[in-house]
């Protein structure tokens, strides 16, 4: 079975903090994705990577960072959070071969105070 | 123009009955397509891809694709109080990476 797994299910951050989300999968997968999900506005990407040390810009990325230094292993980064940040944060992962299914892990719900 | 919209519902189906659920794309979107189902609080879960025009059937869902007119749908039928939940529809987009819908939310009432 696919397992992706994120380092936090809540946080409680202030305006300001450096917030690291983290996010491993087993699978060997190459892409590995970061998205956000608001009510009424889906899931939203932010940034993907497709390779170590590679990331690409997702439709949100203004105020996030992103971290691939392992193949299994894919951070998130908010630099200094801001209340419009808080959200529930999906990783996924899925295979090299064009589109395929991406794996969620189970979400990390952020409340920036 | 969003590359995925879905008809945003909610949708609310008797026990037993067909519920439809809905989604069009944009020509940025290639021609790969998945319908996830997501329970609240939870993450989504993949119930069916689809690539190719016409229906695809697993178990009670059916998923439909036409790529004339750029629709992709999912028929549950048989619907079970425990098929609600949140239906995304997701588009492939560019090489690497996917377009969701909003989602449509689906209560089905015994």
């Known amino acids: 079975d696919v397992k992706v797994t994120q380092s936090s299910r809540y946080l409680v951050k202030r305006t300001g903090e450096k917030v690291f989300l983290e996010c491993v999968q087993d699978m060997d997968h190459e892409n590995m994705f970061w998205y956000r999900q608001d009510p009424g506005l889906g899931l939203r990407l932010i940034y993907f990577?497709?390779?170590?040390?590679?990331?690409e810009k997702g439709d949100i990325p203004e105020g996030y960072s992103v971290s691939r230094e392992k193949k299994e292993r894919f951070s998130l980064i908010l630099e200094s959070a801001s209340t419009n940040q808080t959200s529930m944060y999906l990783c996924?992962?899925?295979?090299?071969?064009?589109?395929?299914?991406?794996?969620f892990g189970p979400g990390t719900r952020l409340l920036v105070l | 123009q969003k590359e995925v919209e879905q008809n945003s519902g909610p949708l609310s189906v008797p026990e037993g009955a067909i519920a439809s659920l809905n989604c069009t794309y944009s020509d940025r979107v290639s021609q790969s397509f998945f319908w996830y189902r997501q329970y609240s609080g939870k993450s989504p879960e993949l119930i069916m891809s689809i690539y190719s025009n016409g229906d695809k059937e697993d178990g009670r869902f059916t998923a439909q694709l036409n790529k004339a007119s750029q629709y992709v749908s999912l028929l549950i039928r048989d619907s079970q109080p425990s098929d609600s939940a949140t239906y995304l529809c997701a588009g492939g987009y560019n090489n690497n990476d996917m377009r969701f819908g909003a989602g449509t939310r689906l209560t089905v009432k015994p």
């Open positions: 996924a992962s899925s295979g090299l071969a064009v589109q395929e299914t991406q794996y």
């Open positions: 990577s497709y390779d170590v040390k590679m990331k």
